[in-house]
């Protein structure tokens, strides 16, 4: 086996004994006297107002570790006639808006890990991401919001206009940045540090890249129901396709877990956007009937699913060069929608490119539902680069 798959087979071992360990008994009263700031910590009425997963099965909340990081459930909207589609055929779920400070897919994942890591009575938080990762900057802003010393272990990616925009983000939220060139080396840097921090007393949580485990893929379980009762509430339609970008494959595991959960017959559509593992069908799947027995195991009144590889499908065809590389076709849909909402050329601009040539394909009758996984929020940069590592500044002059 080689090192790059071990080291991920290594992350989803973690990711199920995250999960596991969620289940043994993380009582509300307990994370309001093991927390540090205990008024982080949400009143047993917060989380059900907040999350549809607490509210359809409100013994989760007792099993469960959560903290609130923004403004969930966020909202849908109507997209087809932003791009001169038919109205009411294309909807977008605003996960952009998932925190006023910095928002995205990212937000629903570290609710969780936080207080996960609050629990434990961890004082610093480790994670692992591309040099302009946006699961780096979302741990870096929302870790230091909560009082966590954050280190990010940064690799190489293609450098773009937003990945020096998230270094700067890095900077600006205090976070400690630790240059590792690629992904091997940013897993043996952090396990070092990881050591170094205990014998500092900084008691570490390591979060692994894209911030996905068992535990963190609940934030989109609860997302898919989120989903499920805007449909019931009559804000869009059932949709018969949802369309997100699969990096770590945390978010879409999630959705297809929770749509199963909540009934619904929407099939995922996952765009792949990395050209390494984790992306491939049969982990999307082994991840999402994880996390829906990890629930069940919590709450026997959540039903029993079984996942089937009916549910979803992973289209490989709009990756291009690879992770971070710009492709026509994902640069033409960002400036298609960019009057309406603001995306991204990596992750969300491959995916609603897949998406709108979907959509061009089937009849007005066919709903669709494009999610949109990137922060929109203004976030504060830092003006200078003090505080990056040496080679970085000299990548970022060249
Ligand atoms: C904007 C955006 N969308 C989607 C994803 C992919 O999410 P996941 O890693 O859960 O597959 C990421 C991951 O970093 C992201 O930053």
Redesign the pocket.
Known sequence: MSRRVFLATGGIVLGVLAAGSGGVGYMLHKLNRIGRRSNDFPTTEDMLSRSALFRSYPDLARHIPWISLGDIPTPVEELGSAVGMTKGKLWVKRDDLTSPVYG???VRKLEYLLADAALRGRKSLITIGGLG???ALATAVHGYQKGFEVHLCLFDQPFSKYVRRNLAGFLAAGAKIHYCYNLKEAYKYARKLFKDLQKQDKSPYFILS???CGLSNVGHVNAAMEVARQVKDGLLPAPEKLFV????????SGLIAGLKIAGMSTRVVGVK?VDSFPAYPYIIRYYAQKVADYLRKSDRNIPKVKIEKSDFELLTEYLGGGYGVITDEGKSAVNRVSEKISL?T???GKTLAACLDYCEKTSAEEKILFWN???SAEFEQSLNYDGLPEEIIQKLSL
């Open positions: 995205g897919n990212k990762s946006n699961h894209g911030g996905t970008a699969a990096g770590t494959c945390g978010t879409i956007v991204e990596t992750y969300t996984s990137y922060n």
